[in-house]
């Protein structure tokens, strides 16, 4: 795959623009492959092959879509040294952790396979002269754009309920990361998915995505990415008056409590900021601790981070912006007057390879109020807070922009209970921190967005109501 197309009706489609745009592979800073430059011409045809197929797959009877959906799950698991290998060829991540987002991402079309025939509506009890059901109808064609840091999950994170509600869909990835997504298209079509169901565009946000989210057949626009980008996607949606699924990032807090179990609070506070070397939206950030244990949690936090191996345990960042950017962030935390308890640096693997790796970083002596704690970084940069009582722990919690996730570490059940429930987050963890289940809705409050991805609400949002009423003869009329 050294040059890379869209995938459209089945088959490969080059660009209108004849254009290709290097990738690079942030584990050495070298080319990995070029990718089409799709435009509106390219957008068109493909937004015309999504709608063409919606009929068609609307009809297919819904066990039989099911069967496709296992299919698929079982072709992504077949060849998944192959996925794993086109995503670490552009994200440079290990290959554990390669391996097991395919896993996951398979599990999607496993878990929306499963659902179909499901009932998607209800009977309401209105009169006696009259039946009244509500059935759950798809939009029809779904633009789909998926940041660089998950590729292949966050295509099939949305594709797989879009698809099980009815809708087809033309997804765009990021031109950072597109290989995966176009391989997983290429699956759909070889396990027997009918043409123009599942479609890729590449390209980038200027010359595609605006493309997509503008064109006046796609009936919806699921997005993951910046709160920038997302709120000129939901301006233009606004516009045209057409629904949006954003997922647009977070500044997680995660509370640990002075009666914690601290060694595996700190295990998972320490993922919390690592995995995928913090470029997750769901990333634990702010790190607040009780005030009578943060020396003690501190230490344990900066002895286990120093254990993180970098390029092996903990890949590079992604792209070569993001490798500045967080070394902006080094310099505002200096300009802050926080203290670096471990990290702060690029790493010496970067040195030794070319890649665009940094240090894990524990950032002490930090101000709620500060970027450092206010603002989005996407690196494995935590800083951590003190509180003195539960009250102030939520407070700085939720003072923030943002309202992804938030974690909680307690052996008290009833104060596990009652922070989670005043936390303005969209999903809590207690006493553990990852992204959740397939089953588990995901998405955000404030700047973190809205709509809902995963689980069975993740349909509801991929599909609309529709109520009939019938008016029935009474007897002897």
Known sequence: MDKLDHWVSGASLAPSTDDYLPVTDPATGTTARHIAVGDERDVDVAV???????????????????????????A????????????ISETGKPQALAL????????????????????????????????????????????????WNVPINQAARACAPALAAGNTVVVKPSESTSSSTVRLAQLASEVGFPPGVFNVVLGTGQS????????????????????????????????????????????????????????????????AFTANAGQV???????????????????????RTARVRVGDEMGPLITRDQFHRVQEFFKIAESEGAHAATG?????????????????????GVDNSSRLAQEEIFGPVVVVIPFDTDDEAVTLANDSDYGLVAGVWTRDVSRALTVSDRLRAGQVFVNTWSTGSVQTPFGGWKNSGYGREKGVEALHHYSQVKCVTVKLDTPGD
């Open 48 to 74: 015309a092959s999504a709608a063409a197929a919606v009929e068609a797959w609307r009809q297919i009877p819904a066990l039989m879509k099911g069967r496709l959906f296992a299919e698929l799950a079982r």
């Open 281 to 303: 939206c769901s990333a634990g950030t702010r790190l607040l601790v009780h005030r009578s244990i943060q020396d003690e949690v501190v230490g344990k936090l900066v002895d």
């Open 208 to 271: 595609a995505g605006a493309a997509l989210v503008t064109h006046p057949t796609v009936a919806k626009v699921a997005f993951t990415g910046s709160v920038q980008t997302g709120r000129v996607i939901g301006k233009i949606a606004a516009e045209r008056i057409i629904p949006v699924t954003l997922e647009l990032g977070g500044k997680s807090a995660n509370i640990i409590f002075a009666d914690a179990d601290l060694d595996t609070a700190v295990d998972g506070a320490v993922k």
């Open 100 to 147: 097991g987002e395919i896993e996951n991402s398979a599990t999607y079309f496993d878990f929306y396979g499963g659902l179909m025939g499901m009932p998607s509506g209800d009977t309401l009890d209105v009169a006696p002269d009259q039946h009244v059901y509500t059935r759950r109808e798809p939009f029809g064609v779904i633009g789909v754009i998926t940041p």
């Open 76 to 87: 992504m698991r077949t060849e998944a040294a192959e996925l794993a290998a086109l995503e």
């Open 344 to 364: 702060g640096t690029v790493a010496a693997t970067a040195n030794e390879t070319g890649g665009f790796y940094v240090d894990p970083t524990v950032y002490t």
